[in-house]
Every structure is written in C-alpha cells, then in structure tokens.
C-alpha cells in the first residue's frame, strides 16, 4: 500500500489499475490469490480508510498496458523498482508516441523491504512468511 500512499501525495486524481482474474491465470499459487472482487473490495476499503476516495478510481487491467497506451490524458505513471515493471512503462511510453500521445512521467518508488534486504510482497505473504510493521524498511 506504500505506492498508493505515495501516489496520493503527488497526484490530483489517482487513477489505479487493478489486474483481473484473467491476466492472474499462469501465475504461480493462482489458487492463493483472491478474486478480482475480493482484491478490488479490500482496495476501497483501504483507500476510503487511508486516502481519498473522491480523488480515486479504480479499472481493471486486461493487458499488460493497463490501457496506458491509449490513455489520452494520463500525465504520470507510478511504479515499483522492479526492472520488468520500469521496462514495461518505457516500453508503453514508446506505444504512446507510435499512438500519437505525449509520454508521461515514469515515477519509480522503492519496494518496501524486509530484515532480510529482499521486497515485501504478496508471493511472500501467500507463501505464508510473516512481517512484523517495524522490520519494514520504506
């Protein structure tokens, strides 16, 4: 949730692609995954409880664009340090130009990080590790 918080300190309207059931298919432990529904619900919650849900809306994302390259006035994308990730806004931000769009601003924000060095993520939590808040680093 660092990346949405953070998202919502820069943004004016924060507009979040959520990934549907299908785009989760080959994905490892697919069967620990929630649905779309459930992950979308448990979003809104988060973000009425934390954020501003009057800046906020949320789509789902059927291909690995997102939609971003045809997304006429979207000014910046917001992503993890994950080499793929910051590879695939580069890649969509080419698609852009190709579709007569202006670029937009790729922000890369840091993953959170556990005790020992490696990113915090749900592949972790599902596989049933647990952290403790204050072993995070941001």
């Known amino acids: ?10 943004g004016k309207q924060v507009d979040i692609g959520l990934t549907t059931d299908q785009m989760l298919e080959f994905k490892s432990d697919r069967r620990l995954i929630q649905t779309y529904d459930e992950r979308k619900d ?26 971003a390259d045809t997304m006429e006035d979207l000014e910046a994308l917001i992503v993890s340090d994950e080499i793929g990730v910051v590879q695939t806004a580069f890649d969509i931000n080419q698609m852009r130009i190709e579709n007569g769009l202006r670029r937009f601003h790729i922000i890369v924000i840091p993953r959170v990080r556990t005790q020992d060095g490696r990113p915090l993520s749900s592949s972790r939590i599902r596989r049933g590790e647990t952290f403790h808040q204050d072993d995070l680093v941001y």
């Open 1 to 10: 949730m660092h990346i949405l918080r953070t998202a919502f300190k820069l």
């Open 42 to 67: 448990i979003l809104e919650k988060f973000i009425e409880d934390e954020l501003d849900p009057a800046r906020a809306s949320v789509f789902p994302i059927r291909t690995t664009e997102g939609g």
